[in-house]
């Protein structure tokens, strides 16, 4: 038996050369190509399996074939037809019809790029990435070339790209520096029924400029197309919010998926994570137990992922193919992660069919729901749970929680399926936790979460009535009111409501304000380059590694504390600058970072995104107005006092033993995470600011600093200093010069009366 655990590299490449030089007869084997090895060495087990060749590449012509068997083909005239005739179109259809990969080549085709670029958002990056692949393989173009993409951090287009891919985000940050949309002549907003934030608030952006005769055209010579593609979700809502637009339906073949509910999973264990266990046992019960087909493992992230891919493969090595398995067809299993913060070159191995004989696994988190088609998948195993962002009313702060997945999400999940033949669907949980802990519908990312970043965007794009704007969903008002107050905390807004100088450089960086605010407030003393490293750092995936094994465990903890204590001062942030600094100035920077337990392929992200954020800081700083300060204080604290200017929304103070108080106005108790350098260190600590909170059973706070009181005292009065009246008339315009003066007077009164704080500047 051939397994190709990282320990048994060698081997199997010595297996490899051997079947590749001294087997003629490659029919009798099962192979799995380099490519697959070189990405997923830890992932591969099954029966006697060799590698060979190349043998998984889709060819072209095959890909040609599938793309004329999807159900959208049979519609493209009629399709083309109906974009022409309309300027607002919706077009619906099941997940895997073809929407996202064949309608913008039609357009591209029927020359609607004469006029203007065609862009595609999503949701998620990967599904940006993955689908621009695809759709440039299908047009024989190099990507980058006529069809690239643009996420966050990575832009693959250039000047001869016409067929753009971009998330929501990026259109959204394009909107801002030029609002009439000149160089598209077709938005297409797709994955609209994921109702994330950027895309709600996207078609309201479009309805509001693009459905109005008078503003249609402003910066632009010619009308702009906007096409809004859904599964079936939804379109009449969609419709009546677009005046009454046509909706084009895409009709389409879906499959009979047979559902069985489990007994692991009730409404006692919302708080457990044995979800990952069960949903190993429950897909190598279906590997043995059922016909040949792959299998899609629904679970919440990339730890959890990792976790289940490791546990799979243990267990599947065990499994003697002559007896245990029922379908003697199938003679290995191919374990195959997929998650946001994947390498692009991996994610693109999902797609590929496995080799013949062998079963495929995908274990994914909710991005294999609907932004991404694995053909081939006849089972599905969920774990009816999904990590989500919401507004915690607890800490006051958003925080990413496992929670149950909604019917409407577990139906979706199960259709997967039944793409292009019946399938089954192993749902972990009980049939009491479907009926009491899973709600009917997935709350829409507007109604729970953050406004801070879009609500300063519209302000920067004149849109000051922000109650009144077009909302597909409106969000709670108290929502919107708690995002104008961190902008005015942060300076971004002011108490008219008006965009500040400040605001329109914070607008710029793809950051969380709070971030770009300490970040603005280095470069204004000059010391931008020990920010923009931990801003880079914060932006990326989880840096460190943290081995399974207890003793390997040991060692990479042992690592980490070497590190912390090379940077003298006990602080994550300055923790995070060291690591980047020292792996930066490394000869071999992969070797430091594996010996370090550190992931070299997240510094490579953060190395990357650093670079692109010194590129916008450049650019502002080249603008004649750029703040300029002094510094007077003592140089070895400049670091954490540029912090407490964005994080001092994020202070805590220590209550009694190891549990801290924040400072808010929430006065929540949380804990240090264990994962922080500063653990077990609670008792020197009195102030301190925090980077983001985990919730469990307790409310941890994870990147910590300590700071001194004094830095925060003159900050802290502008967390309670906020009147909601005054917010309120904020959001809906900006403030007259009488109603300024009315506020004044009665904040004078509540002055005198020593009811609020000054507010010192
Ligand atoms: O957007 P919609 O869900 O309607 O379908 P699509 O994403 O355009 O997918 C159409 C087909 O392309 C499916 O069969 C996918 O499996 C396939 N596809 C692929 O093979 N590789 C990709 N990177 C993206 C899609
Ligand atoms: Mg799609």
């Keep these: 038996m051939c397994l190709f655990k990282e320990t048994l590299w060698k081997n199997a490449l010595m297996d490899m050369l051997i079947c590749t030089f001294c087997l003629s007869d490659i029919h009798k084997l099962r192979g799995i190509s380099p490519e697959w090895q070189r990405n997923f060495p830890s992932v591969v087990s099954g029966g006697p399996l060799y590698l060979f060749g190349n043998l998984s590449v889709t060819s072209l012509s095959s890909q040609e074939m599938e793309s004329k068997n999807l159900p959208i083909y049979h519609q493209k005239s009629k399709l083309v037809q109906a974009v022409r005739e309309n300027s607002f179109l919706i077009v619906s ?3 895997g019809s073809g929407k996202t990969t064949q309608l913008p080549q039609y357009l591209y085709e ?8 065609i862009g595609i958002t999503q949701p998620r990056r990967v599904a940006a990435i993955t689908v621009a692949q695809r759709v440039a393989q299908e047009m024989q173009c190099s990507l980058g070339k006529e069809v690239g993409y643009q996420v966050r951090f990575d832009d693959f287009t250039s000047p001869s790209t016409v067929v753009k891919y971009m998330t929501d985000g990026c259109l959204l940050r394009e909107v801002l520096a030029d609002p009439g949309l000149s160089a598209y002549g077709v938005i297409i907003l797709d994955e609209v029924h994921e109702r994330s934030l950027n895309t709600d608030i996207l078609l309201g952006l479009l309805k509001k400029v693009f459905s109005n005769p008078s503003t249609a055209t402003k910066g632009r010579s010619f ?9 079936t979700l939804e379109t009449d809502k969609l419709s009546v919010f677009f005046n009454d637009c046509p909706v084009f339906t895409i009709p389409g073949r879906v499959f009979p998926v047979t559902c069985k509910f489990g007994t692991a999973i009730g409404p006692k264990d919302l708080e457990s994570t044995g979800y990952v266990k069960e949903v190993v046992k429950v897909a190598l019960n279906v590997h043995t137990t059922e016909m040949a087909g792959d299998i899609l493992v ?34 290995g299993l191919l374990i195959l992660p997929l998650y946001g913060s994947m390498p692009t070159d991996q994610q693109k191995q999902i797609f590929q069919p496995p080799p013949p004989g062998i079963r495929k696994c995908v274990v994914a988190t909710n991005i294999a729901a609907t932004s991404l088609t694995i053909n081939g998948i006849k089972y599905i195993v969920d774990s009816g749970f999904v990590k989500q962002l919401n507004h915690n009313s607890r800490v006051g702060l958003d925080v990413l929680e496992v929670v149950p997945i909604s019917k409407s999400e577990a139906r979706q999940r199960a259709g997967r399926a039944g793409r292009t033949s019946a399938g089954k669907c192993f749902r972990i949980y009980t049939a009491e936790f479907w009926e009491k802990c899973m709600p009917e519908y997935t709350v829409p990312e507007i109604q729970r979460t953050s406004l801070t970043a879009v609500i300063l965007t519209l302000k920067c794009l004149g849109i000051h009535d922000v109650i009144r704007f077009p909302y597909l969903a409106c969000p709670e008002e108290r929502f919107i009111l708690e995002a104008l107050k961190q902008l005015y905390q942060f300076d971004a807004i002011d108490r008219r409501g ?29 010391c931008q380059d020990l920010l923009l490293p931990v801003a880079a750092m914060l932006s990326v995936e989880n840096i460190y590694i943290r ?31 060291t690591v980047f600094q020292s792996c ?17 392929r997240a510094l490579k992200s953060a190395f990357s995104v650093e670079t692109q954020l010194r590129e916008i800081l450049l650019r502002l700083q080249q603008k004649r107005d750029f703040p300029v300060e002094t510094f007077d204080g003592n140089k070895s604290e400049l670091f954490r006092q540029c912090l407490c200017t964005g994080y001092f929304t994020n202070v805590a103070r220590r209550s009694v033993g190891k549990v801290f108080c924040t400072m808010d106005g929430h006065g929540s108790m949380v804990h240090i995470h264990p994962s922080s350098s500063l653990f077990d260190q609670e008792a020197e600590l009195n102030w301190v600011i925090f980077h983001d909170v985990m919730v469990t059973s307790r409310v941890y706070i994870r990147t910590v600093c300590p700071i001194r009181y004094e830095w925060v005292k003159d900050l802290l009065p502008k967390l309670h200093e906020v009147d909601v009246y005054e917010l309120s008339s904020v959001a809906r315009q900006e403030v007259t010069d009488d109603e300024m003066k009315k506020w004044e007077t009665k904040e004078a009164a509540k002055r005198q009366q020593g009811s609020i704080h000054k507010l010192e500047k």
């Design 93 to 95: 259809g099941e997940t």
């Design 110 to 117: 029927a020359g609607f790029c004469k006029d203007g670029n």
């Design 223 to 231: 009308p702009l197309k906007v096409v809004v593609m859904s599964a």
């Design 298 to 331: 629904f679970l919440t992230g990339q730890v959890e992922i990792e976790r289940a891919c490791d546990l799979l493969f243990e267990k599947a090595e065990c499994i003697d193919y002559r007896y245990d398995v029922y379908d003697q067809t199938v003679e």
């Design 498 to 526: 008006r965009v500040t100088k400040l605001g329109e450089l914070m607008v710029e960086f793809p950051l969380h304000p709070g971030l770009t605010r300490a970040l603005l407030k280095a470069a204004s003393l000059g």
């Design 547 to 577: 081995p399974g094994e207890p003793e390997k465990q040991k060692e990479a903890d042992t690592r980490h504390k070497a590190l912390a204590a090379k940077t003298g001062s006990m602080n994550d942030f300055a923790l995070l600058l």
């Design 584 to 600: 930066k100035s490394s000869d071999r920077p992969s070797a430091w970072c594996k010996e370090n337990w550190i992931h070299w």
